[in-house]
């Protein structure tokens, strides 16, 4: 058996799967609708639409069997996402990669696999809507034809779920997309024993740049201030704009200290604009940082309240100072 590589943009893959939601979110039934259409047009008895995370499948909808998931390493899925083309194996046992795989050798007994990646918007490669049937069969072109309208549609969905949870202003990921990706990160860095750093952001004066100077301008100094976060941190920092004025960044493997540092960085990003971009106005913000202790937060909401208090008190010394 030969497990399937990791694609040479696995970590890039992995934190655009991560970040669009679709781990989470979208409504099931229009998955299996899909699943129980291709069931009918290819008269196959399993039809899935798998992700492939980094050690698992996850499966949004599994007509035919009933697996929640599925280990990556000895899955057909994971070969999918290597090429941008479809996966087409007419009989596992005379193929080399797949002859001796436990799910060929043993349940559910594959013979035939047609798989067909599924991409992001981004164009990452995050898994497949694929055809499963216990005997061998061959596949034509027409058939192919089918099976990539058939995941286009998938796609689509993909897309919806992307607009779903991202903020049309600034790009960011909205409230509802933190929350879901949040919570995940929370599960999986308990899971890996690593730090998980939250940092949260209030713009100074917001209020007066849009009485003085218009909505236009103050939405022009939302965007202004998501491309500095944007340009400041990893990509594997979840960036979010919470509301209103208000932005958080989740630093992922980053304790306290390390986040503090990067925030620092920020502030010397937007000290620069500052300087060069001949706005009347100023981008001014006040912060807060605190690390997620598995012992004393228990949930989000006390996380976010935690942060929200420390970026408070950096606020009333801004104002003090000012005084």
Request: proline residues 4%.
């Amino acid at each position: 058996m030969k497990s399937p590589a990791n694609p040479e943009n696995e970590s890039q893959r992995m934190t655009s799967l991560r970040e669009s939601g679709i781990l989470d979110a979208g409504e099931p039934a229009r998955f299996e609708r899909l699943t129980r259409l291709a069931r009918r047009l290819f008269t196959v008895p399993i039809a899935m639409v798998s992700l492939v995370d980094d050690e698992s499948l996850v499966f949004k909808s599994c007509d035919g069997l009933r697996y929640a998931s599925m280990p990556r390493d000895i899955s057909f899925c994971g070969h999918v996402i290597l090429s941008e083309t479809p996966l087409i194996v007419n009989n596992a046992l005379e193929d080399d990669r797949f002859a001796d795989n436990p799910l060929v050798v043993g349940e559910p007994h594959i013979r035939f696999y047609a798989g067909y990646p599924l991409r992001l918007p981004d164009g990452a490669m995050v898994g497949s809507f694929c055809l499963l049937d216990r005997e061998t069969r061959t596949f034509s072109a027409e058939d192919e034809l089918l099976l990539r309208d058939l995941a286009s549609i998938v796609e689509d969905e993909f897309q919806s779920i992307s607009e779903a949870t991202t903020d049309s202003l600034t790009g960011l990921f909205n409230r509802r997309g933190f929350e879901h990706l949040a919570n995940f990160a929370i599960a999986s860095a308990h899971r890996r024993a690593e730090p998980l750093t939250l940092g949260w952001i209030d713009l100074d004066k917001f209020k007066q740049i849009n009485d003085r100077y218009g909505h236009s301008e103050g939405d022009i100094a939302l965007r202004e201030m998501a491309r500095l976060l944007v340009k400041t941190f990893r990509d594997t920092d979840l960036l979010v704009r919470h509301g209103g004025d208000e932005f958080g960044i989740l630093f992922s493997d980053t304790d306290e200290s390390g986040a503090w540092i990067a925030m620092q960085h920020l502030q010397e990003e937007a000290n620069a604009f500052n300087l060069s971009s001949g706005k009347p106005w100023k981008l001014a913000f006040s912060w807060g940082v605190i690390e997620f202790n598995h012992g004393d937060i228990t949930d989000l909401p006390g996380w976010l309240r935690a942060a929200d208090k420390r970026m408070y008190a950096m606020k009333q010394q801004h104002q003090n100072h000012r005084a």
